[in-house]
């Protein structure tokens, strides 16, 4: 079945430090890819989504870009911010369904 | 615009009880979806409301859990009797009615349900 992996945490980074999530997925045909963030106290808010093969989705910032050939998604962010410190979630909806499949998220820790 | 509500936001009960969860989609949305993340594991799809009907209920752990849409508004999520490894995070998401599986979901904050 479809699945999502993503790097395990916790990240721990300083301000202005450079970010990277990787998220690899399993699927067949072409799956819709996201992440998703969740802010502390606070429910998932859709980050960013590319929808085929070597779209890039960006947002806040943050940038992924769709990689079918290593079926990859990794999130990526220049100059991390206090914050940014949230759980970051990859996520795909299949060709023919709407069902999301999350990876285990990752718990970022931004420090001024 | 009021985005995706749920109810209650934690809720601790003992192992045999019952308990029931509520969510508000957006208003129009005619597409709701039940996720729930277990200990801290990947958050795992339970089912998908088009509507008032259940277009998959593929994820739903065992017959302990009903939910229910009634008149295609809000819905209601059941554990009856609740066990201990029902407790973790209670998503609900909704999104438009449209073709394409790139809707976006917009979720709720979630319920944290905690069985003793």
């Known amino acids: 079945g479809d699945s999502v992996t993503q790097m395990e945490g916790p990240v721990t980074l300083s301000e202005e430090a450079f970010l990277t999530i990787n998220c690899t997925y399993t699927a067949t045909g072409y799956p819709s890819l996201f992440w998703y963030v969740q802010y502390p106290g606070e429910g998932l808010q859709l980050l960013l989504k590319a929808t085929k093969a070597d779209d890039k989705g960006s947002n806040k910032g943050f940038e992924a870009t769709y990689r079918k050939e290593t079926t990859s998604f990794h999130l990526e962010k220049g100059s991390v911010q206090v914050s940014d410190s949230a759980v970051y979630f990859c996520a795909l909806s299949p060709t023919n369904d709407y069902k999301l499949s999350f990876g285990a998220g990752t718990t970022v820790t931004v420090r001024a | ?116």
């Open chain 2, 1 to 116: 615009e009021a985005g995706v509500t749920q109810f209650p936001s934690h809720s601790v009960i003992e192992k045999g009880q019952t308990v029931t969860l509520r969510c508000d989609p957006i208003s129009g949305h005619d597409n709701l979806y039940w996720y729930r993340r277990v200990m801290g594991k990947e958050i795992k799809f339970l089912l998908h409301f088009v509507k008032e009907s259940k277009q998959d209920e593929s994820g739903m752990p065992n017959n302990r859990f009903l939910a229910e849409r009634t008149g295609g508004t809000y819905s209601t999520l059941k554990v009856q009797p609740a066990e201990l490894e029902d407790s973790g995070v209670y998503f609900c998401a909704s999104s438009q009615r449209t073709s394409g599986r790139t809707d976006t979901q917009y979720f709720g904050p979630g319920t944290r349900l905690t069985v003793l």
